[in-house]
């Protein structure tokens, strides 16, 4: 039987994840992203999220998520071996599409008009934390694709 080996990926240069699961997984030349979302590394705090009391989220401005998941993600890519350079492929769930996707698609704009991995965004209710954007990830590991 041939197996292809994978590893775990995790690092304390991003936020740490909110269950069970690494940053990451190297499968043969593939890199997989776990959901990467906007939190601040080694603090709970989420850029452009206003909260009351109790927590939940009374606002939020898109552009500073956007931003800050962007750099959470290639803190990633970077720590297991890939780069920015290298996604093939990016998955984004937006909590508000009508009021956030036109920022959302400005921004991500200004960091993929290099490199133009494929792109799915969907809108969902929710999140785990109070974010209001969360990106799922594929890259490859050789620098030559």
Not at 86 to 92: C, I, K, M, W, Y
Request: charged content about 25%; some cysteine.
């Amino acid at each position: 039987m041939n197996r292809v080996a994978n590893e775990k990926i995790t690092t304390d240069k991003a936020p740490p994840p909110v269950g069970l699961y690494p940053h990451a997984r190297k499968v043969g030349n593939l890199l997989f992203l776990s959901g990467v979302g906007p939190r601040q590394s080694g603090t709970d705090e989420i850029p452009g999220v206003k909260l009351d009391a109790d927590g939940t989220a009374l606002s939020h401005d898109i552009d500073a998520q956007c931003h800050s998941v962007f750099r959470n993600v290639r803190v990633i890519l970077e720590e297991a071996g890939s780069s920015w350079e290298n996604l093939v492929d990016v998955t984004v769930f937006l909590t508000d599409m009508k009021q956030d996707f036109a920022a959302y698609n400005r921004v991500y704009a200004e960091y993929f008009k290099d490199n133009q991995p494929c792109r799915t965004t969907v809108e969902i209710s929710s999140l785990p934390t109070p974010i209001a954007i969360e990106l799922k990830c594929i890259a490859t590991l050789d620098q030559t694709a």
